[in-house]
């Protein structure tokens, strides 16, 4: 299948940092990305659809302009979590899905943040 | 409210036997249904899907079963290795697309040697 590859696997930070978490697709254009987020024994839950070169679409309750999405290219978009407090800390993930009706999406091994 | 539901947090199989994860749902408008598993601290990997046309897909030792009137699917593996232990996730989407996913809380799968 195809390769998503996402960058930090792991991160610490201090409150009132931000941290950036990158996801690429490795083999493949995505021209959508999809952010989780997962507490833990807790579901995946969808964040955000990032579509390359347009403003991301945010799920109810996320806060746009705590969690910034980018997606400046269609290998690449970006989550930054900016003032991150300790409640941010927790397991993000993103997937990646090519061409409007793509197949199944691929996901990334996914970013551990934990804000001290 | 949850959408997609995994009631059982936990399961416990003897290897070579049969395992069934089940799911549940509440959206009528859920077309498309995935498998997912989980290792910790990784990203999900794809194991099978089944479209809402169809109430049976079979992938090697992988089976998902869907019984819409019930809004109901499950996940057979038959037969279970100590390697199918993992956080077995099922997800749901609207339009056919694979794409942006409601996740149920996942069921731990534990294959006893």
């Known amino acids: 299948g195809a390769v998503v590859s996402q960058h930090p696997s792991w991160v610490i930070c201090k409150s009132g940092t931000s941290v950036k978490i990158e996801c690429r697709s490795l083999?493949?254009?995505?021209?959508?990305m999809f952010w989780y987020r997962q507490f833990p024994k807790q579901s995946l839950m969808l964040m955000a659809t990032s579509n390359e070169g347009s403003k991301a679409t945010y799920e109810q309750g996320v806060e746009k302009d705590k969690f910034l999405i980018n997606h400046a290219s269609l290998t690449l978009s970006t989550l930054t979590v900016t003032s991150a407090h300790p409640e941010d800390s927790s397991f993000y993930i993103c997937?990646?899905?090519?061409?409007?009706?793509?197949?199944?999406?691929?996901f990334g091994q996914g970013t551990r943040l934990t804000v001290v | 409210d949850q959408q997609v539901k995994q009631n059982s947090p936990s399961l416990s199989v003897q290897e070579g036997r049969i395992s069934i994860l089940n799911c549940d749902y509440t959206n009528s408008m859920f077309d498309y249904f995935l498998w997912y598993k989980k290792y910790p601290a990784e990203g999900p990997t794809f194991l099978i899907s089944i479209s809402s046309i169809k109430d049976k897909n079979e992938d090697g030792r992988f089976t998902v079963f869907l019984n819409k009137s019930a809004k109901h699917l499950s996940l057979h593996i038959v037969p279970s290795q100590p390697g199918d232990s993992a956080v077995y996730f099922c997800a749901a989407s609207l339009s056919g697309s694979a794409r942006q996913l409601t996740f149920g809380s996942g069921t731990q799968l534990t294959v006893l040697p």
């Open positions: 083999d493949f254009q995505a021209t959508t």
């Open positions: 997937s990646a899905a090519s061409g409007p009706w793509g197949t199944e999406a691929f």
